[in-house]
């Protein structure tokens, strides 16, 4: 994205990329389907020390934004009913060959297979060491986006190879860790319901202090939990190693007024505790439930004492589980850490503390939760750079006239 805007400036333009092609981490994005960017895009969602930095970015490169962009490029957008968008092609792979006749017809020198081992900044200029299909030389460019990738999917491509190169030229990075990857905890007798599916309501906790919530989907399996219910939280693990945690689920949250209404009496439904349950869950959930709460499954939802209800609320509503770990970078979709956001401007992502430099996407500390928001902000930090380098090089032409 960032070579494709820079490329309306003119000018020469070349693009490495360490894989054999472009847009092999795209391809397995939103089960292939590529899911691009979300309704609920706002500062609030993303994990990102300086909020209001968020906020400009987002202020410029909004949802709408995103969509006339994607728009011009031939990628037009749909989206779902729960407000997640995806091209109309349905297909990641259909996006990345879009991309890559947009660099062709912009003649943008494309070079695959190449690894970039060194970058160093001297005289306004900055000079890669680049090796790849036998070559093995150093070449100079006048201004340089950097687009490194975090270390979730290593074998992807992303191994978090030129970080040290940006701290040798003077830039902080804070340690890389995982997000976006399951949960493990001691699941107890919960074990039993292994392989089965919820929507609920998900908190980390250190002692008394709530780090994080989110609401999803998840799936009980062997070690934990897995899916959007807890992968949203599952940097809060990797960035406190060491420290007595607690994953609270709460599985009947998407639907209590409802569940209430029935235990209280205000909905006529003189149905059986079981009956009840099976109302939001699976059998084999409800059985468990009623088991572990030591209630009746033929008692009446409406004649349960407080204390029956405390007990079915205690299993239910507030299950707290030992964490034991979290996901690695292999299986974690994407990586908290990188270049501080306040060392770039986040109108055109050029780095504060060395001219010409510009960082993307996982390059910055800055991660969203599942359902497009870090591929909003992957190619919301490419289209500003590459608009910025554009804008740069028509005003030199028009100095020049």
Known sequence: ?????????????????????????????????CNLTNDAVEAAVYYCEDPAWIETFLSVFGVEEFRRAFDRLGIPTQKTDDGWYYPRSQSAQAVAEVFGESLRERGIELRVATHISGIFYENDCFQLQVSGLGLHQTESFDRLVLGAGGKAYPELGSR??????????????????????????????????KGQRFDVLTSIWRGEEQLGQTLGNVIINQDGFNGPGVMNLSHLVALNPGADLTLQVNFIAPFWSDFAD?????????????????????????????????????????????????????VTAEAKF??????????????????????????????????????????????????????????????????????????????RT
């Not at 070349?14 to 089960?31: A, D």
């Not at 349950?277 to 499954?297: G, H």
């Open 1 to 33: 994205m960032a070579a494709i805007q820079a490329a309306e400036g003119g000018g020469r333009i070349t693009l490495f990329e360490h894989n054999p092609n472009i847009g092999r981490k795209l391809l397995v994005t939103g089960s292939s389907r």
């Open 160 to 193: 978090g190879e030129l970080f040290g190169a940006l701290e040798k030229l003077g830039h902080n990075v804070r340690p890389l860790q995982p997000a976006l990857g399951p949960i493990f905890v001691d699941l107890g007798p919960f074990k039993q319901l």
């Open 262 to 314: 029935i235990l209280t009496g205000q909905v006529a439904h003189p149905c059986s505790l079981r009956a009840g349950l099976l109302r939001y869950f699976t059998p084999k959930s409800a059985d468990f439930f009623i088991r572990q709460a030591r209630l009746d499954p033929g008692a009446k939802l409406t004649a349960l004492t407080e204390e029956q209800i405390r007990q079915l609320l205690e």
């Open 322 to 399: 030992g964490v034991t770990g979290a996901g690695s970078f292999r299986n974690s979709q994407v990586s908290v850490g990188g270049v501080p956001v306040g060392e770039v401007d986040p109108l055109s992502m050029e780095s504060r503390l060395i001219p010409g430099l510009h960082l993307v996407g996982e390059t910055l500390d800055v991660a969203g939760p599942c359902g497009g928001f870090n591929l909003h902000f992957a190619f919301g930090s490419g289209y500003l750079a590459g608009t910025h380098l554009a804008s740069l090089k028509k005003q030199k032409s028009k100095e």
